[in-house]
């Protein structure tokens, strides 16, 4: 069966500094992946998917089909960017999202 | 336009007791999907609609809880006895089709069973 792994619950980083969330998957196919954020207070919503290779709030990901990671890169910190991060895949013939438990990120000013 | 919205935000209830967990998804959305939300668990899948069938309940943890869509709209979560091990939040997204489409959640149905 497919799965999620986001190795760190937790991560502080330092404003100005660089951020790395990392997501590897298990699935044998050609996958979708994406990463949710929920910031405080809010709802659970989309920062990127791999198919669109768009650079969004400064955060960019690549799938790495070799290592079957989906990172989440971001070269300079911002306090904004302090919110809980979910890595979810999806795969043709299977509609839901399965979702990593998440990593809670804290810029440190 | 607005976005999915859930009813109610907060249901505090005995256990024992049924609850209806209410999910209004996008206009024009045809996909619907349930998910839930445990402390330190993730997002867990639960059931999903395309249209008012639905195709995958490979989630649904037990034979107590139940899902219904009707119109295409609108969908009612139900939790019969609940117990204590139900209490998380409740998320509903939908998706204007299937093949992979951003999925848009709605802000959750905090659920505690006391």
Redesign the interface.
Known sequence: AQRVTQPEKLLSVFKGAPVELKCNYSYSGSP?LFW?VQYSRQ????LL?H?SRESIKGFTADLNKGETSFHLKKPFAQEEDSAMY?C?L?Y?G?????????TRLTIIP | GAGVSQSPSNKVTEKGKDVELRCDPISGHTALYWYRQSLGQGLEFLIYFQGNSAPDKSGLPSDRFSAERTGGSVSTLTIQRTQQEDSAVYLCASSLGTGGDTQYFGPGTRLTVL
């Open positions: 979708e949710y709802r659970l919503q989309l998917r198919i979910y979810a999806w043709f299977n509609e839901k999202l399965t979702f990593g438990t998440g």
